[in-house]
């Protein structure tokens, strides 16, 4: 039962699996792209024209009728900016916006810079969200005040779980919430320019007296139009998100950004109008009392229904602006990860075809930052806008870059178009990170050279690693059973023991020992196994295991393999049985970490014991799979030790999951000679280790007279750090093929 619960649980909360081949079926329409892509720049007008008041409140009351001609300044750069990327979906369709158009055409680190940026915006982007979904439930009920944080962690949670169901599920959900939100809002503005015909009602805050605290100066109105900007967050998440789109996926992007765009420019020149003439007072010393929104909305309406639908739709708006950055986050990590500038684990597709591991590290990450900053919306602003506007400014360079280059129809007013709104972006970058270095800043500045910095040594190490692995003076070298030795390590004589022997047996490999820790178990072992000589080790523990194994590795060719045979009786075929006998999994570990030592496990359930059949009976028939994900010299090793186990037949398998990558094995298998067939399985669901273990039980393994063997070359780095980078393709492997009768799984390391 506890084996089923966890998948049924699971299925319950995600949804069923979705085969490979639904992936067209998840492709956006408009319509659900537009809530899925633009939730977070149609959620900043929440507070765009807010953060704007807070800094010409420092003026007085004079600073605050500037409003309106830095609203119409930001409208023009969000339109500018919007037709920069229109070009940059249209040259870009394979998504990866700001990072790829960098990458390309401003050289590595240039992409890298935007990347970095990127990723920490869009950590930023949830946590900025959430916060302000929870701003706006406490300005609508003070009940909620004390429980900010948990509020903010169940909104997190639940948005992390849609988006593990489904791109399409999670944007028909979420596509309500958005188009309630911009209908109540147009409804709002629409009602405050009829009453405004007359008098204009008055807001909550107006006649607030404002003590000035500066002069009204160039720099502060830089300041408040930087601050304004903030209705630009999002803008790029429709170019990272190109191959969301149905198909024609470069148009449809297009024409949603434009969407978009006129829904943004007139949602925000609206609000900051309203909030003029109704006279909205608005401070950093009234941060924590209705926000303007809120304000505009209780003037127009004078409170009743209609004020709370608005709160309700601003809320949920704002909660799921951080559906964005669910899109783009593990996107661009997948991008990143192909790029080989991040582990490989990011480009794996989850139960419902997203990217769910990208999925889950935003969730934790921004969860983090919401709990450090204790969930003040004021606070997590200062560290918004440095990100953005990095990127901006490096895709708008790298598209005058790119137009410079290719020198295509139209390209000098394209370069124009992008090289005036780089200019734009780059002084608003300039007057943000001066203005709100000292206010928290400095964090997302100091936080993205080490973000930049990581990326670089996870591309250096799979550089590194490609180069060891494709070694020309590696030859490949015909190697039989006299080539081999094993050692059979003894905790206990029991039926797992006597399978490692008939095993041993049947391989006919140069000579087969055993060695023990407990001198007691030396007599039952005789009796076992008379023709394999058992010595006990002085000492105790892994040390003396160790030391026997390098006098023994010392002693033999260089060619030659040693091989460590370890056993086990598992009470029953779920993990409980692993929990209970974790000393032997912790060895096998380590001696995998051993140099010239190779580890080949014979466990059996209890359950499959016949106590009437000699369980140390040398099957008839061995059948060796090499699992392989390339031709490189670690599968050549791998399939050079698959040989001296002296096999009923031999082949090397391979579960497709990208149809490139299959078709490059195949070539370069072919083109490798190597004189066993490949087999190319399908993995329709991307579960490995199911797709393994359909695929032999077409063997009938029993462990008696058949078995079968799955030999895995396994990476051993010599940084731990570096393990991260790789796939645990063998843990998966091992896990879900112990309690398979008649399995033997062999990892043949490969150090780096």
């Not at 480009?347 to 921004?366: E, K, Q, T, W």
């Amino acid at each position: 039962m506890p084996v089923k619960a966890g998948p049924a649980a699971k299925r319950l909360v995600v949804g069923r699996p979705m085969s490979s081949g639904e992936l067209g079926h998840t492709l956006l329409p408009k319509t659900i792209a537009l809530p899925v892509f633009s939730s977070d720049p149609l959620s900043s007008n929440a507070y765009a024209t807010q953060e704007a008041l807070i800094v010409l409140s420092l003026a007085g009351a004079a600073g605050l009728s500037f409003i309106l001609p830095i609203s119409g300044a930001v409208a023009v750069l969000l339109l500018i900016v919007v037709t920069s990327y229109r070009q940059t979906v249209k040259a870009y369709p394979t998504g990866g916006g700001a990072y790829r158009v960098s990458h390309e055409n401003l050289g590595m680190y240039p992409g890298l810079l935007a990347a970095s940026a990127l990723l920490i915006d869009y950590v930023l982007t949830v946590s900025v969200s959430i916060t302000a979904g929870v701003e706006a439930i406490v300005s609508a009920s003070d009940a909620f005040g004390p429980h900010r944080i948990t509020l903010a962690f169940g909104l997190i949670t639940f948005v992390t779980l849609m988006n593990l169901r489904g791109v399409k599920e999670s944007g028909t959900l979420f596509a309500i919430p958005t188009y309630g939100f911009v209908v109540a809002i147009f409804v709002m503005i629409g009602t405050g320019l009829m009453r405004c015909m007359g008098d204009c009602p008055v807001a909550e805050s107006a006649g607030r007296e404002l003590h000035p605290e500066t002069a009204i100066t160039l720099v502060l109105i830089l300041r408040a139009f930087a601050a304004g900007t903030t209705a630009l967050t999002g803008v790029e998440a429709i170019a990272d998100g190109v191959p969301a789109f149905r198909y024609p996926q470069s148009r449809n992007a297009a024409s949603t950004l434009l969407i978009m765009a006129g829904l943004s420019t007139s949602m925000f020149l609206g609000i900051s109008f309203l909030a003029d003439r109704t006279g909205v007072v608005y401070s950093e010393h009234f941060v924590g009392e209705r926000s303007v929104v809120a304000q505009i909305a209780n003037a127009v309406f004078d409170g009743g229904p209609m004020f709370y639908l608005v709160q309700i739709m601003s809320a949920a708006i704002l909660v799921l602006a951080a559906n964005t950055a669910y899109q783009d986050f593990p996107r661009l990590s997948s991008i990143l990860a192909k790029d080989r500038y991040m582990p490989r684990q990011f480009m794996n597709r989850g139960d419902r075809l997203v990217f769910s591991n990208g999925v889950l590290i935003l969730a934790l990450m921004a969860a983090l930052l919401i709990y450090v900053f204790d969930a003040e919306l004021t606070r997590l602003i200062q560290l918004y806008l440095v990100g953005v506007f990095i990127s901006f400014t490096l895709s708008q360079v790298g598209m005058v870059v790119r137009g410079r280059r290719l020198r295509g129809p139209g390209w000098r007013r394209s370069a124009a178009i992008s090289g005036f709104g780089a200019a734009v972006t780059g002084t608003v970058l300039m007057v943000i990170a001066v203005s709100k270095f000292t206010h928290g800043a400095w964090i997302v500045i100091a936080a993205i050279p080490f973000v930049m910095l990581a990326m670089r040594s996870a591309h250096a190490h799979y550089v590194s690693v490609g180069k060891q692995l494709a070694r020309p003076d590696r030859k490949p070298t015909e190697r039989r059973s006299g080539n081999a030795h094993l050692v059979i390590l003894v905790t206990r004589v029991d039926a797992a023991a006597a399978r490692a022997v008939g095993y041993a047996r049947a391989t006919r490999v140069s000579d087969v020992t055993a060695i023990a820790l407990d001198s007691s178990l030396q007599s039952p072992w005789r009796r076992l196994a008379p023709d394999v000589p058992i010595k006990a080790l002085p000492g105790r523990g892994l040390e003396a295991i160790l030391d026997h194994l390098r006098d023994r590795r010392s002693t033999l060719p260089e060619d030659d393999f040693l091989t460590v045979v370890t056993s086990e009786v598992l009470r029953s075929d779920s993990l409980s049985a692993v929990i209970r006998n974790p000393w032997i999994h912790r060895l096998k570990a380590r001696l995998i970490r051993e140099p010239g030592i190779q580890v080949l496990d014979v466990p059996i359930v209890r359950g499959h014991i016949d106590a009437e059949v000699d369980q140390a009976r040398e099957p008839s028939r061995n059948h060796v799979i090499v699992l392989i994900s390339g031709v490189h010299n670690a599968t050549l090793q791998a399939i050079e030790y698959a040989e001296t186990l002296t096999p009923t037949d031999l082949r090397a398998l391979s579960f497709g999951l990208d149809p490139e990558e299959t078709e490059e094995l195949g070539n370069a298998w072919l083109r490798s000679r190597i004189p066993h067939p490949l087999e190319m399985e399908e993995s329709a669901y991307r579960d490995l280790g199911t797709s393994l273990k359909e695929y032999i039980r077409r063997f009938s393994a029993d462990g008696i007279d058949r078995v079968v063997t799955i030999v895995i070359p396994e990476f051993i780095v010599k940084k731990r750090r570096h393990q991260i980078l790789h796939g645990q393709t063998a843990l998966i492997v091992k896990r879900r093929m112990l309690f398979e009768n008649g399995v033997v799984v062999v990892s043949v390391p490969y150090h780096l």
